[in-house]
């Protein structure tokens, strides 16, 4: 897909290379608009961009994944300084601000690309999603929700989505966004 290189809210390059010691993390919450707009402005966060991941065709366009042929998620794209906001952070933000439990879709928005996901680089941010899944899950089993069904896995293929979608809500301020948390806190002391 044809997108362009800079994010139209901080300026920097959506694609690669990146500085030198970023990291990246990709993440699912339902529709890409919103999620994107909870990290763009963060202090750490180099760039982000929306995307396409966790599916079984190759390049895929937004009108496919709405198929749900394709197995894509809609997914956020975060490139992010360690030495300024750590993992642990990103995914506290993650759990917060959606609703991790509900199967293939966020809110009235259904089908296969709305499912939560965390799609990690490396083995290391893996296994901190996974510890970060059960710490979260201990917490909403105390407060009587079911349990967290997010996809968690290593993905090596991120799509772009198209231009239009990047950045959408600073582009759009009035449109929709259908993210939401559950308003349960993620676990501030380590896990």
């Not at 089908?111 to 939560?116: I, N």
């Amino acid at each position: 897909m044809g997108t362009d290189n800079i994010h139209y809210v901080n300026k920097t390059n959506m694609k690669p290379p990146f500085p030198t010691g970023y990291k990246q993390i990709v993440f699912g919450m339902g529709c890409f608009w919103g999620a994107e707009k909870c990290f763009w402005d963060l202090e750490g966060v180099y760039t982000t961009a929306v995307g396409y991941t966790a599916g079984h065709t190759t390049d895929p366009g937004y009108q496919e994944v709405c198929s749900g042929l394709t197995g894509h998620n809609e997914v956020v794209l975060v490139v992010y300084d360690e030495k300024k906001i750590t993992l642990n952070q990103l995914l506290a933000i993650f759990w917060q601000s959606h609703n991790p439990t509900q199967g293939m879709r966020q809110g009235n928005d259904r089908g296969t690309q709305y499912r939560s996901g965390i799609y990690t680089e490396d083995d290391e941010q893996l296994q901190s999603a996974i510890e970060s899944q059960k710490a979260y899950q201990s917490i909403l089993h105390q407060n009587k929700h079911p349990d967290i069904t997010t996809e968690i896995k290593k993905v090596d293929t991120f799509y772009y989505a198209e231009d239009y979608h990047q950045q959408y809500l600073a582009k759009n301020p009035n449109g929709y966004c259908g993210l939401g948390g559950i308003g349960l806190d993620f676990p501030s002391k380590a896990y």
